[in-house]
Structures are given as structure tokens and as C-alpha cells.
């Protein structure tokens, strides 16, 4: 059983169209990082939310923590065939540092 | 600044033997964390050190061990390799101070035979 479970976990979609993954937990995290992994590359973080119910953006990428510190999104508006790769969410359950990753998304935008 | 380096890149070893792998990180970072990465389970956290202790370890068997030299550099260890074992072992490093980012390598592709 995954203690942050990932949907969905593959998204295949057109140049252009809107998407959104989840990151869900009975658990509460003290913070949650969203890393993209290309093929044969190590993840690269791309924001860590740190307050519940906090956004951030970037550029196209908007993420949300939960309220409650349980779950998080990422939406990805007008996505580009640059945007492929894998996304992994990753949550420090008592600010250890012991990072806890979701299974990933992968996703695939086609031109 | 150079990133985290990972040798070798790619091993093929056979049940029963043994394995060791490599992780340089960023030059001023003093904790290095590992993780095992398969399509079926993800990325699954091995252990951590910092400054030479081991500060937290996953839910794997003994066979999998690490260290941490006085440079921050750290090898892992896996013994009595089982076919189970082939996956892509990340290393990544940070600071060691609170959540940070987490700098990984391109890791090091194990296929047990």
C-alpha cells in the first residue's frame, strides 16, 4: 500500500488540452514536493508547498496543498509536448526529511 | 557546480553476488539519500546519511546497507543479490537542513541475471 497514492498514473493527451494529477494521503505531511523525471535523469524538483491551501505557479503549472495537508494537485494548463515526462509526488511526513514518493504520473503530450 | 555522480551507470551482475555503488554529491552538501526505483513500486526510500550517520532508513532487508565517508561521498551495498533486486538505484543530496531540494543523479541501472 502507497502512502501517497498518484492519479492517474498515465495520461496520454493532444498539444494544447489542460490536465490535472493528484497526489492523495490519509496522512498529514509537513510539506510536499512535486519532481519531474525525464528518461534516464534523476527527478528535478519543481516546487515544494510548504502552508495548507497554498498555490503556487509556475508558468503554465499551478499546484495546491490541501487544507488539510493531505493531498496536493498539479495542474497543467495548454500542455506542450515539453511537458512529457514523469511526475512524482514526494511528502515529508514529520519534517525528517525522509522524503515518502507517489508511484508517479506519466504523462505524454502528443503534438 | 558539478552534480551528483553516480558510478557505474549501468551493472549486470547474477543471484548471490554482491554489489556497490557509488554517489558523489554537490560539493558542500552533507546528506545523501538513497532510493530504489522500479515501474511496479516507484521510488522507494533506502536510507539517508548525514555527516556519516545513517539519519533515517526505509523498510528493506538487512542485505541492503550503506556509509557515508568524511567528504559526504557514500556508497551502498547490496548482498546476496536476488532477481528482485534489478531497479534504478538514485542517490540524491541536499543540505541536510530541513525540507529541502533534493539533487539527484541519473543513477545506476542494476539488472540481476
Known amino acids: 500500500t502507497q502512502l501517497l497514492e498518484q492519479s492517474p498514473q498515465f495520461l496520454s493527451i493532444q498539444e494544447g488540452e489542460n490536465l490535472t494529477v493528484y497526489c492523495n494521503s490519509s496522512s498529514v505531511f509537513s510539506s510536499l514536493q512535486w519532481y519531474r523525471q525525464e528518461p534516464g535523469e534523476g527527478p528535478v524538483l519543481l516546487v515544494t508547498?510548504?502552508?495548507?491551501?497554498e498555490v503556487k505557479k509556475l508558468k503554465r503549472l499551478t499546484f495546491q496543498f490541501g487544507d488539510a495537508r493531505k493531498d496536493s494537485s498539479l495542474h497543467i494548463t495548454a500542455a506542450q509536448p515539453g511537458d512529457t515526462g514523469l511526475y512524482l509526488c514526494a511528502g515529508d511526513l514529520s519534517n525528517t526529511g525522509k522524503l515518502i514518493f507517489g508511484q508517479g504520473t506519466t504523462l505524454q503530450v502528443k503534438p | 557546480k558539478a552534480g551528483v555522480t553516480q558510478t557505474p551507470r549501468y551493472l549486470i551482475k547474477t543471484r548471490g553476488q554482491q554489489v556497490t555503488l557509488s554517489c558523489s554529491p554537490i560539493?558542500?552538501?552533507?546528506?545523501v539519500s538513497w532510493y530504489q526505483q522500479t515501474p511496479g513500486q516507484g521510488l522507494q526510500f533506502l536510507f539517508e546519511y548525514f555527516s556519516e550517520t545513517q539519519r533515517n532508513k526505509g523498510n528493506f532487508p538487512g542485505r541492503f546497507s550503506g556509509r557515508q565517508f568524511s567528504n559526504s561521498r557514500s556508497e551502498m551495498n547490496v548482498s546476496t543479490l536476488e532477481l528482485g533486486d534489478s531497479a534504478l538505484y538514485l542517490c540524491?543530496?541536499?543540505?541536510?537542513?530541513?525540507?529541502?531540494?533534493?539533487?539527484f543523479g541519473e543513477g545506476s541501472r542494476l539488472t540481476v541475471l
Open positions: 508547498v510548504v502552508t495548507g491551501g
Open positions: 540524491a543530496s541536499s543540505l541536510g537542513q530541513g525540507i529541502g531540494e533534493l539533487f
Open positions: 560539493s558542500g552538501h552533507r546528506s
